[in-house]
């Protein structure tokens, strides 16, 4: 008994080491996205236009350029959480459309990594064998069957509107959540196959 209850005090312990660290973590997170506000904050207004988050979202970005379209949606999405008719928007309206847009930013860098990685002849696209390398990888290193690779390739291709059998860099993210969409409806139909056989016999 003594044991169990120790064992279960080291589990709380742990838990809630795990849920101070994330807090540090939040709290550092705000308080250098404050300084980033204040940064592009040029006049002092507490508020940011549409010039000055577009600053902003470049810096995020590591000075990379951000399509006009994609700051208007960051714009807008956090101009919806204050008054009407505001000129700009405020930190606390900002910070939700911050904390997606770093989200944003690290999912490309892991993307240019990889796709750097598979493009091994550095074609600018990824062949079929390149690609299937890459998604062997995401499947931890499960073998990938070429009916599968086929459905990747080809919806890839529907999607885009663009039939030439590769992957470019923009379709990378989309072959990505089409191989783990396939995978998963295997599994589903893989255990109502087994909860079946098993009812049966």
């Known amino acids: 008994m003594a044991a169990a209850t120790a064992a279960v005090a080291r589990v709380n312990l742990k838990h809630q080491k795990l849920k101070e660290e ?14 980033l506000f204040m940064r592009h904050d040029k006049n002092g207004s507490g508020q940011l236009e549409k010039a000055q988050l577009t ?25 919806k ?16 459309s911050i904390k997606k847009f770093a989200a944003y930013v690290r999912q490309n860098k892991y993307l240019d990594a990889q796709f750097a990685k598979y493009d091994t002849d550095q074609s600018g696209h990824l062949e079929r064998e ?12 499960k073998e990938v ?10 919806k890839v291709d529907e999607i885009n509107g663009d039939i030439n059998g590769v992957i470019d860099r ?6 990505a959540a089409l191989w783990k969409e396939l995978q998963d409806s295997k599994k589903t139909m893989q255990y109502k196959f087994e909860s079946t056989f098993c009812t049966l016999s």
């Open 81 to 96: 959480n204050g008054p009407a008719g505001q000129p700009g928007v405020a930190f606390d309206q900002l910070m939700p």
């Open 170 to 175: 923009d379709e990378l993210l989309p072959a």
């Open 130 to 141: 390149q690609l299937r390398a890459f998604l062997q990888d995401l499947s931890k290193g």
């Open 55 to 79: 600053g902003l979202l470049v810096e995020l970005n590591g000075s990379k350029p951000v399509d006009a379209e994609l700051v208007d949606k960051v714009f807008d999405a956090a101009a």
């Open 22 to 35: 994330e807090r540090t973590r939040a709290l550092e997170e705000q308080k250098k996205t404050k300084e």
């Open 145 to 154: 069957e070429d009916g599968d690779l086929d459905f990747v390739l080809e």
